[in-house]
Protein backbone atom coordinates (compact mmCIF):
# COMPACT_ATOMS: atom_id res chain seq x y z
CA UNK A 1 0.00 0.00 0.00
CA UNK A 2 1.19 3.45 -0.22
CA UNK A 3 -0.14 5.76 2.49
CA UNK A 4 -0.13 9.21 2.62
CA UNK A 5 -0.47 12.70 5.27
CA UNK A 6 -2.12 15.45 3.14
CA UNK A 7 -4.06 18.49 3.70
CA UNK A 8 -7.17 19.77 1.32
CA UNK A 9 -6.35 23.34 2.25
CA UNK A 10 -3.87 25.15 4.25
CA UNK A 11 -5.80 25.48 7.27
CA UNK A 12 -7.17 22.15 8.03
CA UNK A 13 -5.39 19.65 9.86
CA UNK A 14 -3.29 17.05 8.21
CA UNK A 15 -5.29 13.27 6.99
CA UNK A 16 -4.78 10.22 6.52
CA UNK A 17 -5.02 8.46 2.38
CA UNK A 18 -4.45 5.63 0.67
CA UNK A 19 -2.85 6.33 -2.40
CA UNK A 20 -5.48 4.81 -5.68
CA UNK A 21 -4.51 5.05 -9.08
CA UNK A 22 -3.96 9.30 -9.65
CA UNK A 23 -6.22 9.63 -6.50
CA UNK A 24 -5.65 9.78 -2.87
CA UNK A 25 -8.78 8.12 -0.74
CA UNK A 26 -9.59 10.23 2.53
CA UNK A 27 -9.24 7.87 5.64
CA UNK A 28 -10.81 9.84 8.17
CA UNK A 29 -13.45 8.43 9.75
CA UNK A 30 -13.32 4.99 8.68
CA UNK A 31 -14.04 2.36 10.96
CA UNK A 32 -10.84 1.41 12.85
CA UNK A 33 -8.47 3.58 11.31
CA UNK A 34 -6.43 5.99 13.34
CA UNK A 35 -5.89 9.74 12.55
CA UNK A 36 -1.88 9.82 12.31
CA UNK A 37 0.74 7.88 9.95
CA UNK A 38 2.17 7.57 13.86
CA UNK A 39 -0.95 5.59 15.37
CA UNK A 40 -1.48 3.97 12.39
CA UNK A 41 1.46 2.13 12.58
CA UNK A 42 1.13 1.52 16.04
CA UNK A 43 -1.63 -0.29 15.27
CA UNK A 44 -0.01 -3.00 13.50
CA UNK A 45 -2.10 -5.46 11.25
CA UNK A 46 -5.20 -4.67 12.66
CA UNK A 47 -4.78 -0.78 11.98
CA UNK A 48 -3.42 -1.91 8.41
CA UNK A 49 -6.48 -4.69 7.62
CA UNK A 50 -8.58 -1.67 8.69
CA UNK A 51 -6.90 0.60 5.29
CA UNK A 52 -7.26 -2.16 3.00
CA UNK A 53 -10.92 -2.65 3.89
CA UNK A 54 -11.47 1.53 3.51
CA UNK A 55 -9.34 0.81 0.42
CA UNK A 56 -11.69 -1.60 -1.08
CA UNK A 57 -14.86 0.37 -0.32
CA UNK A 58 -15.02 2.06 -3.83
CA UNK A 59 -15.30 5.65 -1.81
CA UNK A 60 -14.53 8.60 -4.93
CA UNK A 61 -10.66 9.32 -4.26
CA UNK A 62 -9.47 12.98 -4.57
CA UNK A 63 -7.13 13.74 -7.46
CA UNK A 64 -3.68 14.48 -6.13
CA UNK A 65 -3.28 17.10 -7.39
CA UNK A 66 -6.05 18.97 -5.44
CA UNK A 67 -4.48 18.09 -2.06
CA UNK A 68 -1.30 19.04 -1.00
CA UNK A 69 1.03 16.04 0.41
CA UNK A 70 3.03 16.53 3.44
CA UNK A 71 5.96 14.29 4.97
CA UNK A 72 4.49 10.80 5.49
CA UNK A 73 5.20 10.96 9.07
CA UNK A 74 5.06 14.99 9.83
CA UNK A 75 5.96 14.67 13.40
CA UNK A 76 8.93 11.55 13.61
CA UNK A 77 10.39 11.68 17.11
CA UNK A 78 13.96 11.21 15.21
CA UNK A 79 15.55 11.89 12.03
CA UNK A 80 19.04 9.90 11.84
CA UNK A 81 21.34 9.99 8.81
CA UNK A 82 24.32 7.69 7.97
CA UNK A 83 27.37 9.28 6.29
CA UNK A 84 29.52 7.68 3.74
CA UNK A 85 27.11 4.75 3.25
CA UNK A 86 28.20 4.25 -0.90
CA UNK A 87 31.60 3.24 -2.28
CA UNK A 88 31.29 5.76 -4.98
CA UNK A 89 30.63 8.82 -2.83
CA UNK A 90 33.47 7.79 -0.65
CA UNK A 91 35.49 8.08 -3.30
CA UNK A 92 34.44 11.51 -4.35
CA UNK A 93 34.99 12.88 -1.11
CA UNK A 94 38.57 11.62 -0.76
CA UNK A 95 37.62 10.00 2.49
CA UNK A 96 37.85 6.37 3.39
CA UNK A 97 35.56 3.84 4.14
CA UNK A 98 34.08 3.67 8.04
CA UNK A 99 34.41 1.08 9.92
CA UNK A 100 31.64 1.69 12.04
CA UNK A 101 28.35 3.15 11.06
CA UNK A 102 28.51 6.80 10.98
CA UNK A 103 25.24 8.40 12.25
CA UNK A 104 24.39 11.98 12.51
CA UNK A 105 21.22 13.52 13.96
CA UNK A 106 18.89 15.49 11.58
CA UNK A 107 16.15 18.03 13.69
CA UNK A 108 13.01 17.18 13.38
CA UNK A 109 11.86 20.37 12.78
CA UNK A 110 13.53 19.92 9.25
CA UNK A 111 10.72 17.67 8.18
CA UNK A 112 9.47 19.02 4.84
CA UNK A 113 7.17 17.90 2.28
CA UNK A 114 7.46 16.37 -1.04
CA UNK A 115 6.43 19.23 -3.42
CA UNK A 116 7.15 22.48 -0.97
CA UNK A 117 10.01 24.36 -1.15
CA UNK A 118 13.60 24.03 0.58
CA UNK A 119 14.91 27.01 1.88
CA UNK A 120 18.26 28.45 0.49
CA UNK A 121 20.11 30.00 3.81
CA UNK A 122 20.22 33.79 4.63
CA UNK A 123 23.65 32.94 6.16
CA UNK A 124 25.12 30.05 3.14
CA UNK A 125 25.17 29.89 -0.61
CA UNK A 126 26.80 26.13 0.04
CA UNK A 127 23.25 24.28 -0.21
CA UNK A 128 24.15 20.69 -1.74
CA UNK A 129 21.40 17.85 -2.56
CA UNK A 130 21.53 14.03 -1.44
CA UNK A 131 18.99 11.57 -2.58
CA UNK A 132 18.58 8.61 -0.29
CA UNK A 133 16.57 5.95 0.76
CA UNK A 134 14.48 6.89 3.95
CA UNK A 135 13.01 3.66 6.04
CA UNK A 136 10.34 4.41 8.39
CA UNK A 137 10.18 2.64 11.53
CA UNK A 138 6.96 0.31 12.24
CA UNK A 139 7.67 -1.06 15.74
CA UNK A 140 9.26 0.16 19.02
CA UNK A 141 12.24 -1.54 19.19
CA UNK A 142 15.87 -2.58 20.89
CA UNK A 143 18.57 -4.98 20.37
CA UNK A 144 17.08 -5.77 17.54
CA UNK A 145 19.14 -8.66 15.47
CA UNK A 146 19.99 -8.29 11.80
CA UNK A 147 18.03 -11.04 10.85
CA UNK A 148 14.77 -9.89 12.50
CA UNK A 149 15.22 -6.55 11.56
CA UNK A 150 12.80 -6.16 8.34
CA UNK A 151 10.02 -7.39 11.64
CA UNK A 152 9.93 -3.76 12.56
CA UNK A 153 10.08 -1.74 9.25
CA UNK A 154 6.75 0.30 8.52
CA UNK A 155 7.49 1.45 5.32
CA UNK A 156 9.80 3.23 2.69
CA UNK A 157 9.66 6.57 1.14
CA UNK A 158 12.00 8.46 -0.73
CA UNK A 159 14.47 11.21 1.00
CA UNK A 160 16.72 14.64 0.44
CA UNK A 161 18.92 15.19 2.71
CA UNK A 162 19.67 18.68 2.16
CA UNK A 163 23.19 19.92 3.25
CA UNK A 164 24.24 23.25 3.85
CA UNK A 165 28.37 22.20 3.37
CA UNK A 166 30.44 24.98 5.53
CA UNK A 167 27.90 24.57 8.53
CA UNK A 168 28.26 20.58 8.14
CA UNK A 169 31.96 20.84 7.91
CA UNK A 170 31.83 23.89 11.07
CA UNK A 171 31.27 21.11 13.67
CA UNK A 172 32.25 17.67 14.45
CA UNK A 173 28.89 16.00 14.51
CA UNK A 174 27.34 17.91 11.52
CA UNK A 175 24.09 17.92 13.15
CA UNK A 176 23.26 21.91 12.44
CA UNK A 177 24.85 22.00 8.80
CA UNK A 178 22.25 18.92 8.26
CA UNK A 179 19.16 20.17 10.08
CA UNK A 180 18.13 23.91 8.68
CA UNK A 181 14.49 24.16 8.16
CA UNK A 182 12.66 22.85 5.53
CA UNK A 183 15.90 20.58 4.51
CA UNK A 184 14.30 17.12 5.14
CA UNK A 185 12.08 16.66 2.21
CA UNK A 186 10.02 13.05 2.06
CA UNK A 187 7.87 11.26 0.61
CA UNK A 188 5.36 11.61 -1.51
CA UNK A 189 3.90 8.79 0.47
CA UNK A 190 5.10 5.81 2.78
CA UNK A 191 5.18 2.51 0.04
CA UNK A 192 4.58 -0.67 2.81
CA UNK A 193 7.33 -3.47 2.54
CA UNK A 194 4.91 -6.01 1.25
CA UNK A 195 4.92 -3.63 -1.87
CA UNK A 196 8.60 -2.91 -2.40
CA UNK A 197 9.73 -5.99 -1.84
CA UNK A 198 13.74 -6.15 -1.54
CA UNK A 199 14.59 -2.81 -0.54
CA UNK A 200 18.18 -3.20 -1.37
CA UNK A 201 17.51 -3.71 -5.19
CA UNK A 202 16.23 0.01 -5.96
CA UNK A 203 16.91 2.44 -8.49
CA UNK A 204 17.69 5.82 -6.69
CA UNK A 205 18.39 8.89 -9.14
CA UNK A 206 18.62 12.79 -8.35
CA UNK A 207 18.47 15.77 -11.37
CA UNK A 208 18.64 19.03 -11.01
CA UNK A 209 16.82 21.10 -13.36
CA UNK A 210 16.42 18.36 -15.36
CA UNK A 211 20.44 17.45 -15.54
CA UNK A 212 21.22 14.48 -13.37
CA UNK A 213 23.20 14.41 -10.95
CA UNK A 214 23.21 10.84 -9.17
CA UNK A 215 22.36 7.39 -10.81
CA UNK A 216 22.77 4.52 -8.29
CA UNK A 217 20.98 1.59 -6.73
CA UNK A 218 20.43 0.78 -3.21
CA UNK A 219 22.57 -2.32 -3.76
CA UNK A 220 25.38 -0.47 -3.27
CA UNK A 221 24.57 0.56 0.10
CA UNK A 222 27.64 -0.54 2.51
CA UNK A 223 25.23 -0.76 5.16
CA UNK A 224 22.31 -1.92 4.36
CA UNK A 225 18.81 -0.92 6.09
CA UNK A 226 18.97 -4.04 8.26
CA UNK A 227 22.52 -3.75 9.41
CA UNK A 228 21.36 -0.14 10.42
CA UNK A 229 18.45 -0.84 12.39
CA UNK A 230 20.78 -3.71 14.58
CA UNK A 231 23.69 -1.48 14.86
CA UNK A 232 21.26 1.80 16.39
CA UNK A 233 19.05 -0.49 18.33
CA UNK A 234 22.28 -2.14 20.19
CA UNK A 235 22.62 1.84 21.82
CA UNK A 236 19.19 3.36 21.95
CA UNK A 237 15.51 2.32 21.29
CA UNK A 238 13.59 3.10 18.14
CA UNK A 239 10.17 3.98 18.29
CA UNK A 240 7.29 4.27 15.67
CA UNK A 241 7.75 6.81 12.81
CA UNK A 242 11.51 7.19 13.34
CA UNK A 243 13.39 8.10 10.00
CA UNK A 244 16.45 6.56 8.58
CA UNK A 245 17.83 8.26 5.94
CA UNK A 246 20.35 5.66 4.43
CA UNK A 247 23.26 7.71 2.66
CA UNK A 248 23.58 9.10 -0.72
CA UNK A 249 25.04 7.71 -4.03
CA UNK A 250 27.82 9.79 -6.16
CA UNK A 251 27.37 12.73 -7.75
CA UNK A 252 26.61 15.65 -4.77
CA UNK A 253 27.10 19.09 -5.63
CA UNK A 254 30.18 19.85 -3.43
CA UNK A 255 32.13 17.06 -4.57
CA UNK A 256 31.94 18.40 -8.52
CA UNK A 257 35.15 20.78 -9.23
CA UNK A 258 34.31 23.66 -9.02
CA UNK A 259 31.62 22.74 -6.17
CA UNK A 260 28.13 23.19 -7.69
CA UNK A 261 25.73 24.45 -5.29
CA UNK A 262 22.27 25.16 -4.95
CA UNK A 263 20.50 28.15 -6.19
CA UNK A 264 17.13 30.24 -6.07
CA UNK A 265 14.77 29.05 -8.65
CA UNK A 266 16.73 25.24 -9.49
CA UNK A 267 14.40 22.30 -9.00
CA UNK A 268 15.68 19.23 -7.51
CA UNK A 269 14.27 15.64 -7.80
CA UNK A 270 14.65 12.76 -6.23
CA UNK A 271 13.07 9.73 -7.68
CA UNK A 272 13.26 6.21 -5.83
CA UNK A 273 12.17 2.91 -8.38
CA UNK A 274 8.70 2.04 -6.51
CA UNK A 275 8.55 4.53 -3.71
CA UNK A 276 7.91 7.51 -6.27
CA UNK A 277 9.70 11.09 -6.43
CA UNK A 278 10.14 14.26 -4.87
CA UNK A 279 10.29 17.57 -6.18
CA UNK A 280 11.12 20.59 -4.23
CA UNK A 281 12.05 24.17 -5.73
CA UNK A 282 15.25 25.91 -4.22
CA UNK A 283 13.53 29.31 -2.33
CA UNK A 284 15.40 31.95 -0.51
CA UNK A 285 14.82 32.24 2.91
CA UNK A 286 12.93 34.88 4.73
CA UNK A 287 15.19 35.84 7.68
CA UNK A 288 12.71 37.69 9.18
CA UNK A 289 13.39 37.16 13.10
CA UNK A 290 10.22 35.30 14.81
CA UNK A 291 9.55 35.41 18.44
CA UNK A 292 6.62 33.45 19.66
Known sequence: MKLATFRTSGNDAPRLGIV??????DLTGAAGVP???RELLAGGDAAMDAVRRAGESGAAALPLGAVHLRPPVPNPGKMLGIGLNYADHIEETGMTKPEVQMWFNKQVTCANGPYDGINLPAVSSALDYE????????KRCKHVPTERAAEVVGGFCCGNDVSVRDWQRAAMTMQIGKSFDTHGPMGPWLVTPDEVGDPHSLDIRCTVNGEERQNSNTR???????????????????????VLFMGTPAGVGAAMKPPNFLKAGDVVRVEIE???????????????CVIG
Open 20 to 25: QDEGVL
Open 35 to 37: GTM
Open 131 to 138: AELCVIIG
Open 220 to 242: HLIFDCYDAIAHLTKAFTLEVGD
Open 274 to 288: KLGHLENQIVAENAE
